[in-house]
C-alpha cells in the first residue's frame, strides 16, 4: 500500500485542523492506519490508530479528548480530526501502515507540516 499525507498548515492555538491520509492499494481487514509526529529535535511518536476492520482507535495520553481519528473505506482515506491545538502539537504528521502504535511499519506517507503559532 502507499499512503499520501495532506493537510497541514499553519493554526493558531486553540484552533483546528483535518489532516487527511489516502491510501492506494489494498488495506487489509486487519489492517491499522498510524498517525505519528516528529517535532525538530525530538523522536517520532505515536499520536492515534485505527484498525480498519473494526473502526477501533487508541490515542495517545497527549492528544486523547482532542484529536479524533476516523476513516472512509469508500476512499481509502483515514482522517485525523485535532481540535484544541497547541503550541507543542507542532510537527510533521505522517500516516503509516502496519500493527497498532508500533515504531516499525510497512509502509509510510511523506508527512505533512501541522504549525501551531500565533
Known amino acids: 500500500v502507499q499512503l499520501q499525507a495532506s493537510g497541514g498548515g499553519l493554526v493558531q492555538p486553540g484552533g483546528s485542523l483535518r489532516v487527511s491520509c489516502t491510501a492506494s492499494g489494498r488495506i487489509f481487514s486487519s489492517g491499522v492506519i498510524n498517525w505519528f509526529r516528529q517535532a525538530p529535535g525530538q523522536e517520532r511518536e505515536f499520536v492515534a490508530g485505527?484498525?480498519?476492520?473494526?473502526?477501533?482507535?487508541v490515542y495517545s495520553d497527549s492528544v486523547k479528548g482532542r484529536f479524533t481519528i476516523s476513516r472512509d473505506k469508500s476512499t481509502s482515506t483515514v482522517y485525523l480530526q485535532m481540535n484544541g491545538l497547541r503550541p507543542e502539537d507542532t510537527a510533521v504528521y505522517y500516516c503509516?501502515?502496519?500493527?497498532?502504535?508500533?515504531?516499525?511499519?510497512?509502509?509510510w506517507g511523506q508527512g505533512t507540516l501541522v504549525t501551531v503559532s500565533s
Open positions: 485505527i484498525r480498519w476492520g473494526y473502526g477501533t482507535s
Open positions: 503509516a501502515e502496519g500493527e497498532m502504535a508500533a515504531r516499525s511499519q510497512r509502509a
